[in-house]
Nanobody, 123 residues
Framework: QVQLVESGGGLVQAGGSLRLSCEAS????????MAWYRQAPGKQRELVAG????????YADSVKGRFTISRDIAKKTAMYLQMNSLKPEDTAVYYC????????????????WGQGTQVTVSS
């Protein structure tokens, strides 16, 4: 089993910053791509940013230039999202996602999700 735990969410004023963290644990053989998604009330879950195992990144247009995704090189199970210049429209539950090859399925990655962390940006 694999667990993903997010932290770092909270309430912040518009223009402020937050840093989200995601820590994976369990029977991990290796982690391929990781990503942050978000879901606002009444809306579908959307990709915010993704990062591959070799550090290649991609971002939703709405967050380019404001958010930065990264992975801990030493601690290969950790991922972060630095969010700057936050806007009220960034308010959502943010989810960590990872494609994980477990010790029992080392040749096939499976998709795992965290429970989410709430980010609220006030105007």
């Amino acid at each position: 089993q694999v667990q993903l735990v997010e932290s770092g969410g909270g309430l912040v004023q518009a223009g402020g910053s937050l840093r989200l963290s995601c820590e994976a644990s369990g029977s991990i053989f290796s982690i391929n791509a990781m990503a942050w998604y978000r879901q606002a009330p009444g809306k579908q879950r959307e990709l915010v940013a993704g990062i591959t195992s070799n550090g290649r990144t991609n971002y939703a247009d709405s967050v380019k230039g404001r958010f930065t995704i990264s992975r801990d090189i030493a601690k290969k199970t950790a991922m972060y999202l630095q969010m700057n210049s936050l806007k009220p429209e960034d308010t959502a539950v943010y989810y960590c996602n990872a494609a994980v090859q477990t010790t029992t399925t080392p040749l096939h990655p499976y998709n795992y999700w965290g429970q989410g962390t709430q980010v609220t940006v006030s105007s």
